[in-house]
């Protein structure tokens, strides 16, 4: 159990046009989702916080209207990067927060999904 | 300000021998500690997590101990195996956060030599 799916698993843009990556819980639903970004050799980078009906919270640096974030369902976030730009090339890795394994507050696991390989040209 | 530090960032042992992942961290409102795998290109993957009621934390090969007076957690792989090479990173959050965010360390690459 707990599985979470990105699509799409790679994609190749032209600067200036906007690219949505999907993250999805595939058997648990996830009120949580968190969206990361990796650069080469380096830790994850948390960007934003996204609640299921709610806005998402951004970490500090992190351009809301550039990366939207829309959480519709229990199962689904997703993260648009608008007007991309080369600098926004990146690996982006989306997790869902289980509730089931822990009895809630920090004890909650996340898990994450196989990532999205972004390149702006 | 990193809170939460893996200093090795490489680490090679003999496959069949232990492999021994190290991580400090600052805040002591952190409550719930994670280690994660990951293979380059690809998501990280949970392996094991312990909450600071406990010391120890036992699953199959992999064994993580928690020092709550050192702020110092380990993760132990006996025995290693070549599929183990991968980046570990340990993670950690706070009851104080009821948002379930982790903050990451750097990552230590493991290695295991046939």
């Known amino acids: 159990g707990a599985v979470v799916s990105q699509h799409p698993s790679w994609v190749i843009c032209k600067s200036g046009t906007s690219v949505k990556i999907e993250c999805r819980s595939l058997?648990?639903?996830?009120?949580?989702m968190f969206w990361y970004r990796q650069f080469p050799k380096q830790s994850l980078m948390l960007m934003a916080t996204?609640?299921?009906?709610?806005?998402?919270?951004?970490e500090q640096g992190v351009e809301k209207d550039k990366f939207l974030i829309n959480h519709a369902s229990l199962t689904l976030s997703t993260l648009t990067v608008t007007s991309a730009h080369p600098e926004d090339s990146s690996f982006y890795i989306c997790?869902?927060?289980?509730?089931?394994?822990?009895?809630?507050?920090?004890?909650?696991?996340?898990?994450f999904g196989p990532g999205t390989r972004l390149t702006v040209l | 300000d990193q809170q939460v530090k893996q200093n090795s960032p490489s680490l090679s042992v003999q496959e069949g021998r232990i492999s021994i992942l190290n991580c400090d961290y600052t805040?002591?409102?952190?409550?719930?500690f994670l280690w994660y795998k990951k293979y380059p290109a690809e998501g990280p993957t949970f392996l094991i997590s312990?909450?600071?009621?406990?010391d120890k934390n036992e699953d199959g090969r992999f064994t993580v101990f928690l020092n709550k007076s050192a702020k110092h957690l380990s993760l132990h792989i006996v025995p290693s195996q070549p599929g183990d090479s991968a980046v570990y990173f340990c993670?950690?959050?706070?009851?104080?956060?009821?948002?379930?965010?982790?903050?990451f360390g750097q990552g230590t690459t493991l290695q295991v030599k046939p």
């Open positions: 996204s609640n299921e009906g709610s806005k998402a919270t951004y």
């Open positions: 993670a950690a959050s706070g009851v104080s956060s009821n948002t379930g965010k982790l903050i």
């Open positions: 997790s869902a927060r289980d509730r089931r394994r822990g009895g809630g507050g920090s004890a909650d696991t996340q898990y």
């Open positions: 805040n002591s409102m952190f409550d719930y």
């Open positions: 312990i909450s600071s009621i406990k």
């Open positions: 058997d648990f639903q996830a009120t949580t």
